[in-house]
């Protein structure tokens, strides 16, 4: 249960873990940065990973870069909200800066695939809003993640053949948004977070809030 965070609108509101999912290369950084940019007081889950770094990520910012035995510990210790295996790579959300933002009412916005929104969702159902991207067509997967051009051919093969996999996935998911054209996209995503962010059960002391405005009529 997490309180104490304030609405636009004076009341106070749940903090809420936003996730977006998609096979790798439909887009869900480039729409999580437009998100984070676009968004005051939405706070970037930054995952742990045991990926090498690839040219231009920060330590700290893109992801915890961490080798496997820090991983190992960081399981043992609990100090992952959740984690899974990821081509091959092991990736995690640490639990201690999620916990505070939601325990100030703050929304945070998670990057991480159907095995971890399953893990969250496991958790902490009613707080967790899911958004699955997918790409227009698989020509257009594949010739993005060749222009990110971050990863090697035979690395970009293997994400593609596990793109069937991960998308088989998306009927877990509260809102399917396609990643066209990248405008479109993020305004489907940013409306569905307001809309989340306003539901009536999201916002706390509504009655007294209610209450006050029909007081104030009554005089
Ligand atoms: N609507 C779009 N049209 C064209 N290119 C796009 C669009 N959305 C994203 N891209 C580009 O596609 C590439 C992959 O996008 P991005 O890195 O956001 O994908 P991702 O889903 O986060 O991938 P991963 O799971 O591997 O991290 C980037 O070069 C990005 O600029
Ligand atoms: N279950 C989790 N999945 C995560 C996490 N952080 C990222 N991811 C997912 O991994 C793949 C690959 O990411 P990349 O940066 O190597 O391209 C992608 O689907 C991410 O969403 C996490 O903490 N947990």
Same mark, same amino acid.
């Given at each position: *249960?997490?309180?104490?965070?304030? %609405?636009?609108?004076?009341?106070? !509101? !749940? ?11 439909? %887009? ?5 940065? *437009?998100?984070?940019? /676009?968004?005051? =007081?939405?706070? *970037? ?18 992801? @915890? ?12 210790? %609990? /100090?992952?909200? /959740?984690?899974?295996?990821? @081509? ?6 640490? !639990? %201690? ?7 100030? =009412? ?25 958004? @699955? ?26 994400? *593609? ?34 809309? /989340? ?11 007294? @809030? ?10």
């Amino acid at each position: *249960m997490t309180t104490g965070g304030h %609405g636009t609108d004076g009341v106070e !509101r !749940r903090g809420l873990m936003f996730v977006l999912s998609s096979p790798s290369g439909a %887009g869900k950084t480039t729409l999580s940065r *437009m998100l984070i940019a /676009e968004t005051p =007081g939405l706070q *970037m889950s930054i995952s742990a990973t045991t990926r090498p770094m690839r040219p231009g990520e920060v330590d700290g910012k893109d992801y @915890f870069f961490v080798d496997q035995k820090r991983f190992e510990l960081m399981v043992e210790n %609990g /100090e992952l909200l /959740e984690w899974a295996h990821v @081509f091959g790579n092991r990736y995690g959300t640490p !639990r %201690g800066p999620v916990e505070a933002a939601l325990a100030s =009412g703050r929304d945070v916005l998670f990057d991480i695939d159907w095995q971890g929104t399953q893990q969250l969702r496991d958790r902490s159902g009613k707080d967790v809003v899911s958004v @699955f991207i997918l790409p227009p067509s698989v020509a257009a997967l594949e010739q993005r993640l060749h222009t990110r051009a971050q990863d090697s051919d035979e690395v970009i093969r293997g994400r *593609m053949k596990k793109a069937g996999d991960e998308m088989s996935h998306f009927d877990a998911y509260d809102y399917i948004v396609v990643n066209d054209n990248i405008g479109i996209a993020f305004e489907a995503v940013r409306s569905i977070l307001r809309a /989340e962010q306003l539901k009536r059960e999201r916002q706390v002391g509504l009655e007294g @809030f209610v209450r006050g405005l029909r007081n104030q009529l009554e005089k």
